[in-house]
């Protein structure tokens, strides 16, 4: 079954303390992407991948790193975690990044106390 | 970059009506056009897209159409049912100042009223 996988599903966590939220597809896609989503503020992307090794910071990007080893995985890490990184987290993942639908994972709900 | 506004942000309608939702885009060269729905709890998922070559698509209940002159494109949802309640978002394709993707639009929660 072609999907997009996120873990973990719900992380409370506090101030500082680092974290790595996992994203992967099985869809052979070159374009990854995280985004956040919070309320009256639609999905606002953090970070997107065009291929391995490559990345590059979309709209809102401080605060957050994102690395692209295989093509499968691309993973979101908070180095140093604070409070309005409070959100909904969505990892997607598409064939190109313009033109074809972005299939999107299940989503990670963070609480930074 | 690519701004995309959507309205209403709310739209609350009788079960069997029709529901419009409309978005504007600023990019005279976006070519494509997607609607995404999420319903509570769940991820967005594509319900249906339009490329820039034609005006309107259909499928089933749900239609997208698109008028380049005035850059705006809207969701038509006929025939209301209990399930269309959910959050809908538009986007259109961005590239430009490090960035690439799509942008969205902060989303209408539709409400369907029995």
């Known amino acids: 079954e072609a999907q997009v996988t996120q873990n973990p599903r719900y992380l409370i966590t506090v101030t500082g303390k680092k974290l790595t939220v996992t994203c992967s597809q099985n869809?052979?896609?070159?374009?990854m992407s995280w985004y956040r989503q919070d309320p009256g503020l639609g999905l606002r992307q953090i970070y997107y991948s065009m291929n391995v090794e490559v990345t590059d910071k979309g709209d809102v990007p401080e605060g957050y790193k994102v690395s692209r080893k295989e093509k499968r995985n691309f993973p979101l890490i908070l180095e140093s975690p604070s409070p309005n990184q409070t959100s909904l987290y969505f990892c997607a993942s598409s064939f190109r990044p313009r033109a074809y639908e972005q299939y999107f994972g299940p989503g990670t709900r963070l609480t930074v106390t | 970059g690519e701004n995309v506004e959507q309205h209403p942000s709310t739209l609350s309608v009788q079960e069997g009506d029709s529901a419009v939702i409309k978005c504007t885009y600023s990019d005279s060269a976006s070519n494509y056009f997607p609607w995404y729905k999420q319903e509570l709890g769940k991820r967005p998922q594509l319900i249906i897209d339009i490329r820039s070559n034609v005006g309107e698509k259909k499928d089933q209940r749900i239609a997208v159409t698109l008028n380049k002159t005035a850059k705006h494109f809207s969701l038509h949802i006929t025939e209301t049912q209990p399930e269309d309640s959910a959050v809908y978002f538009c986007a259109a394709p961005y590239s430009g100042g490090g960035a690439d993707g799509l942008t969205f639009g902060k989303g209408t929660h539709l409400i369907i009223q029995p």
């Open positions: 869809m052979n896609h070159e374009y």
